[in-house]
């Protein structure tokens, strides 16, 4: 079992950063991939970018170029550098975890970006 707490969200102008931090409970060594999904109001829930345990990161269209996702094992962090910020970027942010099979979500974190 793993608990996933993300931070980091806020109100950000356009064209600004914003950093995400997901803490998971234990160790992420070993886990099958970790994942960064958000959800705007009114929308369906989308993939972000996704890094598996051998360090392999894919992106959706919408953030390449700007979006850096990394783990932290010895923190037992995974990170969202979202850069360029874009008003369509606004949505809630969550971490996924698969463990052995099992998904597990964090709760989420608000990313607002307006002027």
């Known amino acids: 079992q793993v608990q996933l707490v993300e931070s980091g969200g806020g109100l950000v102008q356009p064209g600004g950063s914003l950093r995400l931090s997901c803490a998971a409970s234990?160790?992420?060594?070993?886990?099958?991939?970790m994942s960064w999904f958000r959800q705007a109001p009114g929308k369906e829930r989308e993939l972000v970018a996704l890094?598996?345990?051998?360090?392999?990161?894919n992106f959706h269209d919408s953030v390449k170029g700007r979006c850096t996702l990394f783990r932290d094992d010895a923190k037992n962090t995974l990170y969202l550098q979202l850069s360029s910020l874009k008003p369509e970027d606004t949505a809630v942010y969550y971490c996924?975890?698969?463990?052995?099979?099992?998904?597990?979500w964090g709760q989420g974190t608000q990313v607002t970006v307006s002027s």
């Open positions: 996924k975890l698969v463990d052995r099979g099992t998904a597990y």
């Open positions: 890094i598996t345990s051998a360090g392999l990161t």
């Open positions: 234990r160790s992420i060594f070993n886990f099958y991939t």
